[in-house]
């Protein structure tokens, strides 16, 4: 399963800005699919996710700015971003689990693609 984003790029703060991400391949069933993000020097942390039946999860410093939403038919998730300020700055990464039976699914990752905020 490969999994390509779109979208990144340069934002001023307060704007917004949408990221992509489609998922294509060996694809059995996508389940649970969600946005990442890594600022220079910390860890990966998860910003949201979206399940199959369309149950959301937010991190807390995005709730209320960010959606996340996805079209299952097409396996594409996206993240609708606004009032983006210089601390949403990261690569953001689309991740996805591809279920191929009752016991087994794995999880996958895009490339990851940097949004920049300016101040």
């Known amino acids: 399963v490969q999994l390509v984003e779109s979208g990144g790029g340069l934002v001023r703060a307060r704007g917004p800005l949408k990221l992509s991400c489609a998922a294509s391949?060996?694809?059995?069933?996508?389940?649970?699919m969600g946005w990442y993000r890594q600022a220079p020097g910390k860890q990966r942390e998860l910003v949201a996710q979206i399940t199959s039946g369309g149950s959301t999860n937010y991190a807390d410093p995005v709730q209320g700015r960010f959606t996340i939403y996805r079209d299952n038919g097409k396996n594409t998730v996206d993240l609708q971003m606004i009032s983006l300020n210089p601390v949403d700055a990261a690569v953001y990464y689309c991740s996805a689990f591809n279920r191929v039976n009752r016991n087994y699914e794995f999880e996958y990752w895009g490339q990851g693609t940097q949004v920049t905020v300016s101040s």
């Open positions: 391949g060996s694809i059995f069933r996508i389940n649970d």
